[in-house]
């Protein structure tokens, strides 16, 4: 057996001890389990994590060299050997290689220089924004501006992903063809559905008497060429770098209509609190570092408690997108199943990533996290400071309830009625933000890149390639190019809902 496994086995034969117990016996544990870091409160203490297990992990951390992982990654060496890349999201927020910084900050210079020119109407009187593009080219300026944009009298952005044209034409409905100006997001810019989309849009503009309509797109991209060839003038196409992967690109030109709907000092604050958190994870111990112990945790339960999910809350309105954002980010990454050498890596890698808002889901799903059979870490993401001018209740029931549904998990209750009956004993991790900011968010998001590196390490895996999105693609092509035999389902279902393929 090697060191690694040895690690493991070890962490599979560590004693077990209820939640409550180990509160009991452990006095210091709230101050060991939490730590505060970018304005955040991140609280592991209602998790089986106790002072063995961190051993056990920060051992296992060890033997897979966390470190030196960690130092290729902001040293921009080849992280992603898959596809021989370096994975250079850190370097967008001053946090890598020397040269990949200066080069990332030209970019942004360059990203500036254009959201000023629009800000002096160089494009005309520019009042909307439709941004297209499609998974990490649009879940993150989703959520931002969604997170922070709410009341804000800059630009209007609409995000469009989906190729169902119902969402492009609820995009529009509100806008102004000779006031909006179009972004076509795409790291390859090949994406088909974006691709499509970006026509339609076009197409509307055109027909909203926009004389110059490709006067008016910004291209975000890693492949400028290729927008150039789609039409595109080159002042206008903002690239950015091959090695920062789609779903780690917020920060870079992908971050845009966030700058622009946002501000420019409000990006900047962001990719400062990103450039906090990734400090604190190059540079605090492996027990006090917070992405680090989050990986624990997370290992803990996909691999020695067998939890297939792992729920995500969000107690606050304006963090509503941040479970898709984190879909994207953990379970494309990390759902692998072979390790960096293509062996088998033999246990559980990403749990599911579900979740949804609180206090709403409290009163449709958390039954079963409650009584259900499965065992589900739940993590809450709350803010102390609320985003509105309502009555202060609001907030202060909403705080409630989050911290009540933690307490009520871990410490459940017991009743003769088996129906009334609580097991309890169920683990939480609450991740308070003071405020929901700039910094916060940037500082947020970048705890959750490192997290998910992180329990890629654990594992041996590389989180920086998704060659498993391939197939599909190569198989929509395929029945859309026709002249192919499929299975037969497909052919039924093609046939009634397109009367067939041309040959
Ligand atoms: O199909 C998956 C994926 O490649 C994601 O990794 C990526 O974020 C998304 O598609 C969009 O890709 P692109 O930015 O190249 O259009």
Same mark, same amino acid.
């Given at each position: 057996m090697d060191e690694t496994n040895r690690a493991w086995a070890a962490l599979e034969a560590a004693p077990r001890a209820a939640l409550t117990a180990l509160f009991a016996r452990e006095p210091g544990r709230l101050g060991a389990l939490s730590l505060d870091e970018g304005g955040i409160r991140f609280d592991f203490s209602k998790t089986h994590l106790d002072a063995g297990l961190v051993a056990g992990f920060a051992a296992l951390a060890r033997h897979q060299d966390l470190a030196g992982a960690r130092d290729a990654l902001f040293a921009g060496n080849i992280v992603n050997p898959t596809e021989g890349r370096a994975a250079e999201h850190s370097a967008e927020r001053g946090q890598g290689a020397p040269e990949s910084v200066a080069r990332a900050s030209a970019l942004h210079a360059r990203m500036r220089a254009l959201i000023d020119a629009i800000e002096a109407e160089a494009f005309g009187p520019i009042r909307h924004v439709i941004h297209i593009g499609i998974g990490g080219s649009a879940l993150g300026p989703d959520f931002l501006i969604d997170a922070l944009g709410r009341g804000s009298d800059r630009y209007e952005a609409a995000i469009v992903s989906n190729v169902d044209a119902a969402a492009l034409e609820e995009a529009v409905a509100g806008f102004d063809p000779q006031t909006t100006l179009l972004v076509? /997001? #795409? %790291? +390859? =810019?090949?994406? #088909?559905?974006?691709? *499509?989309?970006?026509? #339609? /849009? $076009?197409?509307?503009?055109?027909?909203? &008497?926009?004389?110059? !309509?490709? &006067?008016?797109?910004?291209? *975000?991209? /890693?492949? !400028?060429? %290729?927008?150039?060839? =789609? &039409? $595109?003038?080159? +002042?206008?196409?903002? !690239? =950015?770098?091959?090695?920062? &992967?789609g779903r780690y690109s917020l920060w870079s030109a992908i971050g845009f209509p966030a700058a622009l709907a946002l501000g420019w000092e409000a990006f900047e604050q962001l990719l400062e609190g990103a450039a906090a958190m990734d400090r604190h994870f190059r540079l605090a111990p492996l027990e006090r570092n917070a992405p680090v112990l989050a990986a624990f945790v997370d290992r803990y339960y996909a691999n020695i408690r067998g939890a297939e999910t792992r729920a995500v809350f969000a107690y606050d309105e304006r963090l509503r997108l941040l479970p898709s954002y984190l879909q994207q980010l953990e379970m494309e990454s990390d759902g692998k199943s072979v390790k960096l050498d293509g062996s088998p890596v033999g246990r559980a890698t990403a749990p599911i990533t579900w979740g949804g808002v609180g206090t709403d889901a409290q009163h449709a799903v958390f039954q079963l996290l409650h009584q259900g059979t499965h065992l589900v870490p739940v993590e809450f993401v709350a803010a102390i400071e609320p985003g509105h001018s309502y009555d202060e209740e609001h907030h202060r029931q909403l705080l409630i309830n989050c911290f009540a549904q933690g307490a009520a998990l871990m410490a459940g209750k017991a009743s003769d009625d088996p129906h009334r009956s609580y097991p309890g004993d169920r683990p939480s991790t609450t991740i308070l933000l003071d405020r929901i900011d700039p910094p916060t968010l940037g500082a947020l998001l970048a705890f959750y890149e490192h997290r998910t590196f992180a329990n890629a390490v654990l594992l041996g895996i590389n989180p920086f390639d998704q060659y498993g999105v391939e197939l599909g693609k190569e198989m929509a092509k395929s029945i859309d190019g026709g002249g192919m035999d499929f299975d037969p389902s497909t052919e039924a279902l093609i046939e009634k809902a397109l009367g067939g393929l041309d040959e």
């Open positions: 076509i /997001a #795409s %790291k +390859t =810019f090949t994406t #088909s559905e974006t691709m *499509l989309n970006a026509r #339609s /849009a $076009i197409a509307w503009l055109e027909d909203g &008497g926009v004389e110059d !309509p490709y &006067g008016r797109i910004v291209a *975000l991209t /890693a492949a !400028p060429d %290729k927008a150039i060839e =789609f &039409g $595109i003038d080159e +002042t206008r196409v903002l !690239p =950015f770098s091959e090695s920062v &992967g």
